[in-house]
Structure formats: C-alpha cells, structure tokens
C-alpha cells in the first residue's frame, strides 16, 4: 500500500506542478486561467518571448503535436488524434503501474504517466498543449517544451537506467556473482 500511496504522490506532483506552471503562464498573458476553449482563441498570439539567459528563453506556443513539436504535421486532425492516442498510452502505463511494475519501476512510471496526464488535460482543455522552456545555443533552438516533458523524459532516462542496472545484475548473479 505504501507503493501505491508514492506512486499516487509523484504522479499527483507532477500534475500539479504542471498545471501550476502552465496557469501561471495563461495568467500573465490573459490576465485570468481559462478553463477550456480553443487554444488559438485563448491566446491567439502564437509566440510571446522573455529573453532569461543568453540560452534560455521563456516563449509561448501551443503544441498540437507530441512532445517537443513531434508530430505536429498531423494538422487538424491532431488534436483528436493526441487526445486518444495519449490517453490509451497513459491507461496502459497506469496498467501495467498498478498492476504488473516491479520496484524499480515505479518511479519512473509513475513521472511518466504524471507528465503525459498533465499534457493529456491541456490537450482536452484546449485541442493543444501549452510549451514555454526554449534552450538555445546561438540561433540554434531546442523544440519549445514544458514541466510535463520534463517528467516524461526523466521517467524515460530512470526507466532506462534502471532496466540497465537490473540486467546486469541479473547476469553477474547468473554468472555465479564473478
């Protein structure tokens, strides 16, 4: 039980730590944090920009795509397309979460699924999903992205990790522990 209740805990912080982030942005843009509506018509200006550092800026896009813009050619349809793409991916990970992950999955997933859900909400809010972090070196630019990117590719770095270092202590304690 305790698992799930951290499991819940990080899935629940990465939301909402989200979400906050992505409200605050709408706020000082519009003044209020619209509920719902289309993307275009709650912020109709495609790209606001706040020069921070020499390689950070804090812009304002809409992502009908993936994460950082993937999939952004899908054009009308992508809003729909995301919507139950995103959210059979993110039952299956809460699946397989609850149901079949081991230790050192946990964590990991759990970042995972919180992030895709914090995109999947701006997604059926809005038909796209709210990015503002741009990392540049020069005029080279980083895909413009958010808190819930973040959570779904160090899910994915975690996840990864910890498969690796499994793995190999599988093999060393099949090998006789040499």
Known sequence: MKKNRLTLLIIFCAIILDQITKGIL???????VPLAGAAWDV??????????FDFFNIVFTWN??????????????????????????TGYILYYLFVRAVSYERIPLALIAGGAIGNLIDRVRFGAVIDFLDFHIG??????FNVADICIVVGVGLYLLNWYIARQRCIRSSKGGK
């Open 26 to 32: 709408l706020y000082l843009i519009t003044g209020t």
């Open 43 to 52: 912020v109709p200006v495609p790209y606001l920009m706040t020069h921070v």
């Open 64 to 89: 009908p795509g993936t994460s950082f813009s993937l999939f952004r050619a899908l054009g009308e349809s992508a809003p729909l397309v995301m919507i139950f793409a995103t959210a059979a991916i």
């Open 139 to 144: 005029g080279y630019h980083w895909p413009s």
